[in-house]
Structures are given as structure tokens and as C-alpha cells.
């Protein structure tokens, strides 16, 4: 009998739940999707034993996985979440008493590298970065076939590393991360510093005409009509995007490299800039086999299957 395994992507609006079969490329044979009491650690965590209860109902399964967003150390405990009221909290221990089957909590980014490694863009690799681009940047990280997650469960974070020093102020209160560089909020800076500049450019008419409403969105859609300007901003943000995964290709030498996440709508518009931008600062790249840069292909859902097929593969098998 086929093993199968719930994953939930815990994300700070909706908790979703899926019910995948990994001896099925990964196939979601169920899905449920509920919103987050985000303010309240414990209702937050009721609430996902709540809707692991209502698949476990219809479906034998034998683990389950989540992926959240955070610091969340070796044992599923989660040191902090920016978007749900999780401080110091044992997730995984909880969730175990609560459904009575192994429990894997992991970064939210972790698993959705395995979720593309063992069936997406990374698939038939064995060391692969992950790369994804939304607001911020998250990362994770497979080396030999396995997620590489430091002494505490904390690498991967590749969004926080310093590129400009006295640059835009950060999230995680530095100044100059690459994610406020080379990820969605500069692609939002650079739109409506452009909007300012020139208030009759198509990225301000499709914000309905107003500059203080423009956000990386119109930019993309200004450059997908061919609007030099937005194709500038996106090329610029690439290009940033490519200098950093050059770095992290000089570290961990994958041997591919897999985007994701929101700011990929933008597609080639976005990665071929990052490509050539990738090629021009890796070291010696004449000299190495060339790393590809792939579009993630398995959308929204990469984090939830891949927390469901970790969940199998590192406490069942
Ligand atoms: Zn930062």
C-alpha cells in the first residue's frame, strides 16, 4: 500500500493542507484551506491539527509535514515566526500529540526545496540551491541527496546577506540585505521611484494613474507590454539576483540552481538578465560546467508536497 503523508504550508493569511502520495511523482490526492488565527500561538496550532484531522479522516496516512515561515530549530521548534504568534514554541511536539502520527515541522523554504528537488525543476539532481524571490528572499539548500540545515536548523537564509552596505533598511534590521536589492520591494522602490520621474510611463497608468500606488506588479505587467522602463527595473533587480546566486554558487557549487516564488511571473523578463549577470560574476566561469538557472515548476504547492515527502523520508523510512 501506497504510504502517503499530509503537508501544510503554515503561511501567515492560510494554513492549507494536502494530502500528497510521493509514489505518485508527488500527486495532492486532497487539499483543505483555512485561514490563520495568526495572533494566537495555540489557536494557530489547533487549528492545524484541525484540518490534519479532517484529511487523516478520508486517507490513511503516515506522517505529517509543515512548512512555516521563520527560524524553526532542529525538532520542529519555532524560535520565531514573522508572520504567525509563534515565539519558542515546540510546533512539531504539539502537532504530534495532537494527531497521533510522526511530525515534521521545517522552514518554509526548506521544504519547498525538497518539494522541487524530488519533483519539480530539481528533479534528477543531487545537490540543488533554492532560490525564492517574493517580497524577500528565502533559500534552501539539498547537498547529497539530503537538506543541508547547519548545526541548528537555521542555513539557507541567503536573503539576509549584506551586498550594500548604508543600503535600503531591512526587515531583520540591517541595512542593504540582498533581499532589499534583488527581490519584490525593490522591484516596488524601483517602480515608484521611476513613476515619480516619469509620471506618463505606462507602469503609472496601469496603477490607475497615480505614482504612490505603483508596485512591482505594474512593473511587471508594463514590461510584459514592452515598456522600456519597467523592462530597465526588472533588469536591474536580475541583474542584483544573479550577482547573488553567483556568490552562493562560488560556496556551495550546486549543480543547479532553481528560482521561485512571486516575483518569477516576470519570468525571462527577470532570470535572463540574472543569467548573464550570473555568467559575468561566478568564478571562472569558463572553467567550470555550466550551472543552469531554472524556473521553479511546481508553484505554491512545492512547500506543502515537499514537507509531506521530507516528513516520510527523514521520521518514517
Ligand atoms: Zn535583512
Redesign the pocket.
Known amino acids: 500500500m501506497a504510504a502517503l503523508a499530509i503537508g501544510i504550508d503554515a503561511g501567515g493569511t492560510k494554513i492549507e493542507g494536502l494530502v500528497v502520495d510521493p509514489e505518485q511523482d508527488g500527486r495532492i490526492l486532497d487539499r483543505r484551506l483555512v485561514e490563520t488565527p495568526a495572533t494566537d500561538a495555540e489557536e494557530a496550532t489547533r487549528t492545524m491539527v484541525a484540518v490534519a484531522r479532517d484529511l487523516m479522516a478520508g486517507h490513511e496516512v503516515r506522517a505529517v509535514g509543515v512548512g512555516a515561515a521563520g527560524m524553526v530549530s532542529l525538532g520542529g521548534v519555532m524560535r520565531f515566526a514573522p508572520n504567525v504568534a509563534w515565539r519558542e514554541f515546540p510546533l512539531a511536539e504539539r502537532l504530534q500529540r495532537g494527531l497521533g502520527v510522526p511530525v515534521l515541522v521545517d522552514n518554509d523554504a526548506n521544504v519547498a526545496a525538497w518539494g522541487e528537488y524530488r519533483f519539480g525543476a530539481g528533479s534528477g539532481s543531487s545537490s540543488m540551491l533554492l532560490v525564492t524571490v517574493g517580497t524577500g528572499i528565502g533559500g534552501g539548500i539539498v547537498e547529497g541527496g539530503k537538506l543541508f540545515r547547519g548545526a541548528h536548523g537555521f542555513a539557507g537564509e541567503i536573503?539576509?546577506i549584506i551586498v550594500e552596505p548604508n543600503g535600503p533598511l531591512?526587515?531583520?534590521g540591517?541595512r542593504g540585505?540582498w533581499?532589499?536589492v534583488a527581490a519584490g520591494r525593490a522591484i516596488d522602490r524601483l517602480g515608484r521611484q521611476a513613476a515619480l520621474e516619469q509620471p506618463d510611463s505606462l507602469i503609472v497608468e496601469l496603477a490607475g494613474g497615480s505614482p504612490s500606488e505603483v508596485t512591482g506588479r505594474h512593473v511587471t505587467e508594463a514590461a510584459q507590454k514592452g515598456d522600456p522602463v519597467a523592462i530597465r527595473i526588472l533588469a536591474e533587480v536580475g541583474r542584483r539576483l544573479g550577482e547573488g546566486i553567483a556568490g552562493l554558487v562560488n560556496v556551495l557549487d550546486p549543480e543547479v540552481v532553481v528560482v521561485g516564488g512571486g516575483a518569477i511571473e516576470a519570468g525571462d523578463l527577470l532570470l535572463d538578465p540574472a543569467r548573464r549577470a550570473f555568467v559575468d560574476s561566478v568564478e571562472a566561469a569558463e572553467h567550470r560546467p555550466e550551472v543552469p538557472i531554472l524556473a521553479a515548476a511546481m508553484g505554491n504547492d512545492a512547500g506543502a508536497v515537499g514537507a509531506a515527502d521530507l516528513a516520510l523520508v527523514e521520521i518514517v523510512e
Open positions: 536573503g539576509h531591512c526587515g531583520c540591517n540585505c533581499e532589499q
